[in-house]
């Protein structure tokens, strides 16, 4: 497995196919939600082929995005099964990259750790200081695709979303759960204003 060859075939795939308007869903991201993998990964005892294998995941978990608008996640397991032979994967950590990539799919549902430690990374800013300003990323990208149509709108959502999306991992629930919870009441506290 030559993961850093991988690895610099879909970034540099993501950094010149994704569309301009996917403000949130972006190069960016993918950096983010990697790097808060490979932090949380660091609070476990993984072997150097599940790090690969985690790393892998976490730059192809939003890959579909490059070809699909609906079903990215199986999108994006298409494009893994297709690049990752030729970077030494096997199809057993094909099929590995594949089931941590599905598992980001809403509402999540990891089945092992390093399941976890994606899932927590890929919402990772949800208890971060950088919630708001990531967030308005995401509200024109959502605007823009039609999913929410104002402000009020989005932010409903987001109280929605909010109050059912959990964290998995200790590091998580102990670090990013109380601040996600600040930013929870933040949000009700403007619908509340704007109603």
Known sequence: MHQPAAEMHILGKLRHGLPRTRTYHNFSHTLDVYRSAIALAMQYDLDEEEMDILRT???YHDSGFLTEDHEHEMAGCVIAREALPAFGYSEAQIQRVCDLVMATKLPTDPKDTLGMILCDADLDYLG?????RIGSTLYQEFKHYG???????WNELQVRFMESQVYYTPISRAEREPVKQVHLLKVKAWLAENS
């Open 128 to 132: 971060r200081s950088d919630f708001f």
């Open 57 to 59: 995941a976490a730059l």
């Open 147 to 153: 999913i929410v149509k104002d402000e009020r709108d």
